[in-house]
């Protein structure tokens, strides 16, 4: 789960069309709505039959590393459908924040076909690894977050010198402009140094992040002699020139 709210482009997605993106924007919403985590629905009751219920539903849904590899072929679907439910109000609106920002610029680059894959089969794969580094946990893993990630590591690849809005909190969460360069390494690095820190309390699958920040920076690489390019329109000649 991303947690870190510092860095957002949101002026970096001005004008650029993203159906992919979109499409994987509302399902998330419209999954975290329909489940118990939203909390919205009575009929998932309150208090603890609300808890009881949730845990349920992560269960089935989501991924848990010490059943993924007990031989059963139910349980290697559970890293597709965990990248769609998320736990909590701000899990979904920090991963959907994070896919509207970095998503649509990537998406236009790679093309959609394989922009989906990268975000499918690399999310798929961050979970499975994490769930291989945690065999014997039986807490269930929810979330887009590795599949997010692998969309920041293609857009440092893709767009290295793109400028991000960070808030850095030794500047007292002040906006600085700093090169996708500079921004997405940093996170990486926090990332990989949480995850040395994790415990086994529940918490962020930080691992998770790493293992899709660095696939998706691979995807983009060996994508990006067929990305899509996409051709200006040239400008009409002046009255009494010859146009090309």
Not at 19 to 44: D, E, K, M, R
Not at 129 to 134: C, D, E, L, M, W
Not at 151 to 173: C, D, E, Q
Request: glycine share 12%; charged share 10%.
């Amino acid at each position: 789960m991303i947690r870190d709210w510092s860095a957002s482009a949101a002026g970096a997605i001005r004008g650029t069309s993203a159906p992919v993106t979109l499409t994987l924007t509302v399902l998330c919403c419209l999954v975290f709505l329909a489940g118990p985590a939203s909390g919205l629905h009575p009929a998932h009751g309150s208090g603890a039959e609300l808890l009881e219920a949730r845990r349920a539903y992560f269960r089935y849904w989501g991924v848990i590393p010490a059943d993924l590899f007990e031989g059963s072929p139910g349980a290697f679907l559970t890293p597709a459908t965990a990248l769609f439910v998320h736990g909590d109000w701000v899990h979904l609106l920090g991963n959907m924040l994070f896919l509207h920002v970095f998503g649509a610029m990537t998406e236009a680059r790679m093309g959609r076909v394989r922009f989906t894959l990268c975000y499918a089969g690399c999310g798929y794969l961050a979970l499975l690894g994490y769930a291989a580094a945690n065999a014997d946990s039986e807490r269930s893993l929810v979330g887009a977050s590795g599949a997010i990630s692998a969309v920041l590591g293609a857009f440092l690849f893709l767009f290295p010198r793109a400028r991000v809005t960070s808030l850095l909190p030794f500047l007292f969460f002040l906006p600085v402009r700093l090169p996708a360069w500079v921004v997405l390494p940093f996170w990486a690095a926090l990332q990989w140094a949480a995850a040395g820190r994790a415990g086994e309390e529940p918490g962020v699958a930080y691992l998770a992040h790493l293992i899709g920040f660095g696939l998706g920076f691979g995807c983009a690489w060996v994508c990006s002699g067929r990305a899509t390019t996409v051709k200006a329109t040239p400008a009409p000649a002046p009255e009494g020139e010859n146009q090309p």
